[in-house]
């Protein structure tokens, strides 16, 4: 007999556990950084272990991530159009890849540190940090917001999330897509949503369940 492999009810803590752990990350870095973009790199002797902690942090946000990227997958369906769901994936990996280069770039700077702190002379330090924050901060966050805005067109063709959840989700993806003067913080924006998302997606799952639970069960005729 087949069966239909089911996504587990704890994958939708993914999206939770992305948004805790991506939100802390960025906090540790932005905190770290100095407000001077061209300072000679003297405060990574000091910052370094709050920089190192969260560049640990990446990897495991980025696996929940994938898994977020399966539960709405799966909370959509036989109802996922292809070709919003090919933008909506193409979208998430391409901005998930990102992330993961604008960290490999700062865990680079970080090891070039630790093996001479005289490398890091200010072009070096400049250009380093120049590059992450237009991965993270322009490209980054552009492919977020195409993500959002397909998923959102997907919640209202399909109506598996509520109306006022797509608005929004259009409205955070239009802030992401048209800021000119990007805020360091903007960055928080994406992983918010995605926790708003995943808590709805797991209350939707409780509710289920629950009248489940409540459909009495047929009794056997005499």
Not at 69 to 86: K, M, Q, Y
Request: some cysteine; hydrophobic content about 55%.
């Amino acid at each position: 007999m087949e069966r239909r492999l089911t996504t587990p009810r704890a994958a939708a803590v993914a999206g939770i556990l992305f948004a805790i752990l991506y939100t802390t990350s960025q906090v540790l870095i932005r905190l770290a950084l100095p407000e001077n973009s061209a300072d000679s790199g003297a405060w990574l002797a000091d910052q370094s272990g709050s920089i190192v902690t969260a560049l640990s942090l990446v990897p495991f946000a980025g696996i929940a991530f994938l898994w977020f990227i399966g539960v709405v997958r799966d909370r959509l369906g036989s109802h996922e159009d292809r070709l919003f769901a090919t933008v909506f994936l193409g979208s998430g990996l391409l901005y998930l890849c990102m992330v993961f280069v604008a960290a490999a770039l700062a865990g680079g700077l970080m090891a070039s540190y630790a093996a001479n702190p005289e490398l890091l002379s200010n072009p070096i330090t400049f250009y380093s940090r120049s590059v992450m924050g237009q991965i993270t901060n322009i490209y980054g966050l552009r492919m977020a917001g195409v993500f959002m805005t397909s998923l959102a067109t997907m919640f209202l063709r399909t109506g598996v999330m509520p109306r006022w959840v797509a608005l929004v989700t259009y409205v955070l993806a239009l802030l992401l897509l048209l800021s000119i003067n990007l805020s360091v913080w903007l960055t928080l924006v994406f992983p918010a949503w995605v926790f708003m998302i995943s808590l709805l997606i797991l209350i939707a799952n409780y509710r289920q369940r629950e009248k489940l639970e409540e459909k009495p069960t047929p009794t056997a005729s005499k």
